[in-house]
């Protein structure tokens, strides 16, 4: 007989702390939240009924008591993994994890460690985070385990107990007591649920997304009042409404904006600005663009990969339709990108066609005035020529946002090698990301730095013909936004020719680079719709 079952039913010192960290383990396993902001000093101020039903489940002998423990710990560990994913997620999405929808982080986040911080970190991440899940595994098995053991010592007496802390329980949650909780069983069962219904979604998505009022609209028929104008739709990383309501970034980026609104004026543009609502925030990018040029709300990866399997046309091939050459340009793609022949670019420009010969800013390959400046060259440049529409995402907003990029003179950009001083210089990220206060301010400098260079490319080499309409692709992670549940983004229309203004005069945007706090707010998958019905008449 084990001597910890012995009928004396004294437990060591040893077995005593043993078994007081496997109760701390469960505990914490049941009443931890998904959200680093909601631990405070009560976090473990509640009784959890899964308390009472694992206490049961380790009460039963024999073969199918092992078994319970089996079962039951998957439950654990699974419970546990996911509320650390949960609580990863909503740092940088602001929102709870998704097994369905969000698998690829894992390659996407190893890449993004590589890019800023360096193979062997990514690789030590890796392994850290194996580590940890077997960890978890381990813990909860061997706690559920000794729990069992102790359970069992006075089975008589764990059970009375057992069942009497379950009618308190039951009696303390019908008289409303918020303390009485099921934390833990909700969580799980809503990652279930989601599961499930992502999968329904996915299957439903599929037969929505051929569904299009502009599928056969005959090119002559599109984009009439933009005839013989290029047509730029510039993509702005992590450009958020957070810029103009925290107080940390509104003090210097409202009069930034509004000093913005006059230089473009003294060149003789107009803008107009407001707000759209993004379907992701903190990364992710290509949800936002694909719902901004496919009038579809893309929320997921099994969305998006659905989009790009669909004949949908996007607003890139719709103007293709109508006759201008389509192109894409995209520093920040380095490999293959077979997504690409969804949207009807006719040329696309990854990093490699850009042809960069600087050095990176970490995870960012190339300023985004190196990106413009190859734009111009490549396409804009060359006469005579077909008007141009392309989509643009910029990148050097991008996090970990260092170095700040500088916005030199335009003759001087050449193949980029001038910027690898710049890019090389400074304090790494590493050093960068130890004072939120620093990663704050720069972020901002980065976003002013972006649009600096669109203005500038615009009035060094816009003309008349000349519309650019700028998007931000989504809010900043929660670590610089303060977790706000807000989603919105930034967006601006330039031009000098004062008939685009007037098509979309029934948008009320606000005059101007800084948009009226009271300005319409759109979903972003009404963005290619509305544009299709102002420049179409």
């Not at 069992?152 to 019908?174: E, K, Q, T």
């Amino acid at each position: 007989m084990n001597r910890e079952t012995s009928n004396t039913g004294n437990l060591k010192p040893l077995q005593v702390l043993l078994t007081l960290a496997a109760f701390a383990f469960v505990f914490t396993a049941f009443v931890f939240p998904f959200r680093i902001d909601w631990f405070d000093s009560k976090s473990y101020f509640y009784l959890p009924l899964e308390l009472f039903v694992f206490g049961i489940a380790l009460l039963v002998p024999g073969r199918i008591g092992r078994y319970l423990q089996v079962v039951f710990t998957i439950a654990l560990a699974a419970g546990v993994i996911f509320r650390i994913a949960d609580i990863s997620a909503y740092q940088v999405f602001s929102r709870s994890f998704n097994p369905v929808f969000d698998s690829y982080l894992l390659t996407d986040g190893f890449h993004f460690l590589t890019s800023s911080f360096g193979l062997p970190a990514a690789i030590g991440a890796a392994f850290a985070l194996v580590a940890l899940a077997v960890s978890i595994i381990l813990a909860s098995y061997f706690s559920l385990q000794r729990l069992r053991v102790v359970l069992n010592l006075r089975p008589s007496l764990s059970v009375s107990v057992v069942l009497a802390g379950l009618v308190v329980w039951l009696l303390a949650s019908s008289l409303g007591w918020p303390r009485a909780s099921r934390y833990f069983y909700d969580q799980l069962a809503m990652h279930v649920s989601n599961t499930v219904a992502s999968i329904k979604d996915f299957s439903e998505f599929k037969a929505l997304v051929e569904i299009d009022a502009y599928a056969t609209v005959p090119g002559e028929s599109l984009f009439t009042a933009l005839e013989g104008k290029d047509v730029l739709v510039v993509f702005v990383e992590s450009y958020g409404r957070t810029l103009l309501e925290k107080s940390e970034y509104s003090e210097q980026f409202r009069p930034y904006l509004t000093a913005s609104t006059k230089s473009l004026e003294s060149a003789g543009f107009q803008s107009r600005s407001a707000f759209l609502t993004s379907p992701t925030v903190g990364g992710i990018s290509w949800l936002a663009h694909g719902t901004a040029l496919s009038g579809l709300w893309i929320d997921s990866q099994v969305r998006y990969d659905s989009l790009m399997m669909s004949q949908r046309p996007s607003l890139v091939r719709l103007f293709q339709r109508a006759g201008w050459r389509t192109v894409g340009v995209m520093p920040a793609i380095s490999l293959a990108w077979p997504e690409g022949a969804y949207f009807g670019y006719e040329q696309l420009y990854t990093a490699p066609e850009l042809a960069y010969q600087g050095a990176p800013y970490n995870y960012v390959t190339m300023p985004d005035q190196f990106t413009l400046s190859q734009f111009q060259k490549f396409e804009l440049a060359p006469e005579p020529r077909q008007p141009v529409m392309a989509e643009l995402a910029l990148v050097s907003s991008h996090a970990p946002w260092t170095p700040v990029p500088t916005l030199r003179d335009w003759d001087e950009v050449g193949d980029g090698s001038v910027f690898t001083q710049e890019a090389t210089s400074g304090d790494p990220a590493e050093v960068v990301w130890q004072s939120r206060d620093r990663v704050l301010q720069q972020f901002r400098e980065c976003v002013e730095y972006v649009l600096n260079t669109i203005s500038s490319f615009a009035q060094t080499f816009g003309d008349d013909d000349l519309v650019v309409l700028i998007i931000g692709d989504h809010q900043p992670m929660p670590y610089v936004t303060d977790n706000t549940d807000n989603r919105d983004v930034l967006v601006h229309l330039i031009a000098k020719d004062p008939a685009v203004m007037e098509a979309i005069e029934h948008w009320q945007w606000t005059p101007g680079m800084l948009p009226a706090p009271d300005v319409p707010v759109w979903r972003m998958d009404e963005v290619r719709d509305r544009f299709i019905q102002a420049f179409s008449p």
